[in-house]
T-cell receptor, first 111, second 117 residues
Framework: TQLLEQSPQFLSIQEGENLTVYCNSSSVFSSLQWYRQEPGEGPVLLVTVVTGGEVKKLKRLTFQFGDARKDSSLHITAAQPGDTGLYLCAGSGAGSYQLTFGKGTKLSVIP | DTAVSQTPKYLVTQMGNDKSIKCEQNLGHDTMYWYKQDSKKFLKIMFSYNNKELIINETVPNRFSPKSPDKAHLNLHINSLELGDSAVYFC????????????????FGPGTRLLVL
């Protein structure tokens, strides 16, 4: 069974600060995704990373896939209250229908 | 237009009852999923259907039975509800994986909040 460990579990920061969320595993994943879930809603995909070492940017969010494809990070620059939510990483094997989710990082950005 | 819809949104019921949750997607996807999210927000796959065929069946009590009448629908029936079944249940759908290692986007419904008393 492939497991994904996310850290930190909870993060409360002031508006304008930077933060990094980590997603680690001992298993290799063919691709890794980051989702954000707001209260009362389902998760929504932010990004998919596929290649080891890949970096993708989505406005103030920067996603990196580790060289060995076992870990990933999400960095947010100048966090805004609208960034508040539960961030989930999820990995899958080649051609797999199954996503393994991490336990999530609950982010609160205080105005 | 709602992409993935679930009914009901809230479900409060007594222990021992039988209940069903319905899911429909209008994205034309072949693959649909049921997930359970516990009180600690851990999201875990329960079942997946591809083209009405069961392809993922995780270790779930056999009181849970999924049914896919067609590609656009995946329902979840739960018999003899227990307190521990209280959770948020999410339906999702996706295109088939490409086979080249890239997981397709999964589109989630809004969830069904089940509370067993």
């Amino acid at each position: 069974t492939q497991l994904l460990e996310q850290s930190p579990q909870f993060l409360s920061i002031q508006e304008g600060e930077n933060l990094t969320v980590y997603c680690n595993s001992s298993s290799v994943f063919s691709s890794l995704q980051w989702y954000r879930q707001e209260p009362g809603e389902g998760p929504v995909l932010l990004v998919t990373v596929v290649t080891g070492g890949e970096v993708k940017k989505l406005k103030r969010l920067t996603f990196q896939f580790g060289d060995a494809r076992k870990d990933s990070s999400l960095h947010i620059t100048a966090a805004q209250p609208g960034d508040t939510g539960l961030y989930l990483c999820a990995g899958s094997g080649a051609g797999s229908y199954q996503l393994t989710f991490g336990k999530g990082t609950k982010l609160s950005v205080i105005p | 237009d709602t992409a993935v819809s679930q009914t009901p949104k809230y479900l409060v019921t007594q222990m021992g009852n039988d209940k069903s949750i319905k899911c429909e997607q209008n994205l034309g996807h072949d693959t649909m999923y049921w997930y359970k999210q516990d009180s600690k927000k851990f999201l875990k796959i329960m079942f997946s259907y591809n083209n009405k065929e069961l392809i993922i069946n995780e270790t779930v009590p056999n009181r849970f039975s999924p049914k896919s009448p067609d590609k656009a629908h995946l329902n979840l029936h739960i018999n003899s509800l227990e307190l521990g079944d209280s959770a948020v249940y999410f339906c999702a759908s996706s295109q088939d994986p490409t086979g080249f290692g890239v997981q397709e986007t999964q589109y989630f419904g809004p969830g069904t909040r089940l509370l067993v008393l």
